[in-house]
């Protein structure tokens, strides 16, 4: 149980175009999903939170014109990198919380995106 | 400023060996901390402790709280090759239903 999905793994681009990364979550509902970066030999930073039927909560940073997350239902919230550019290059890992209190978050495998 | 500090930040041991690994925190509102193992793609969960001095257990691997000492360990008996990974710790807070990570311990186990 509690397997998310990430789609797709790995996506090479051109700079100037748009990039959207699927994070699904299979066997749960998921009221809560988290959308995080990995830059390498470091830990995760988280980029926003969203919450189904909701605006997404952006960390400070985060700017919320270039990443913009949509969480249309309770098992798929969907990350669009606009405009990417080559500083944007990283792993971009979503996560997934259940209903329910607990602080489990469930990962799904990483999107890594290379912008040329 | 919450934060959540790991050490080592590296480590490497031989097969067989066992392995101690930290987590100490300063979160607001702590509510639970949790363990996740990180291979070559995206962290999978290991433990998560909300409660001080209870041992939570999977296999050769174990974790505990201490809360009044704001840290948490995990044990590894007996390395495998395959632990070989990053360990990262998380806290998280009721203020902000959030998990603050740390900055991981990378274990090396060598044949």
């Known amino acids: 149980g509690a397997v998310v999905s990430q789609h797709p793994s790995r996506v090479i681009c051109k700079s100037g175009t748009s990039v959207k990364i699927e994070c699904r979550s299979l066997?749960?509902?998921?009221?809560?999903m988290f959308w995080y970066r990995q830059f390498p030999k470091q830990s995760l930073m988280l980029m926003a939170t969203s919450n189904e039927g909701s605006k997404a909560t952006y960390e400070q940073g985060v700017e919320k014109d270039k990443f913009l997350i949509n969480h249309a239902s309770l098992t798929l919230s969907t990350l669009t990198v606009t405009s990417a550019h080559p500083e944007d290059s990283s792993f971009y890992i979503c996560s997934a919380r259940g209903l329910g209190s607990s602080d489990t978050q469930y990962f799904g495998p990483g999107t890594r995106l290379t912008v040329l | 400023e919450d934060k959540v500090v790991q050490s080592p930040l590296s480590l490497v041991v031989h097969e067989g060996d066992t392995v101690t690994l930290n987590c100490s925190y300063e979160?607001?509102?702590?509510?639970?901390l949790l363990w996740y193992k990180q291979e070559k793609k995206a962290p999978t969960f290991l433990f998560m402790l909300?409660?001080?001095?209870i041992e939570k257990k999977s296999g050769r691997l174990s974790s505990i709280l201490d809360k009044k000492e704001l840290s948490s360990i995990l044990n590894i008996t007996a390395t495998q090759t395959g632990d070989s990974a990053i360990y990262l710790c998380?806290?998280?807070?009721?203020?902000?239903?959030?998990?603050?990570f740390g900055q991981g311990t990378t274990l090396q186990v060598k044949p």
């Open positions: 909300t409660s001080s001095g």
């Open positions: 979160v607001t509102n702590f509510r639970s």
């Open positions: 066997d749960f509902q998921a009221t809560t």
């Open positions: 998380a806290v998280g807070s009721s203020n902000t239903g959030k998990l603050i």
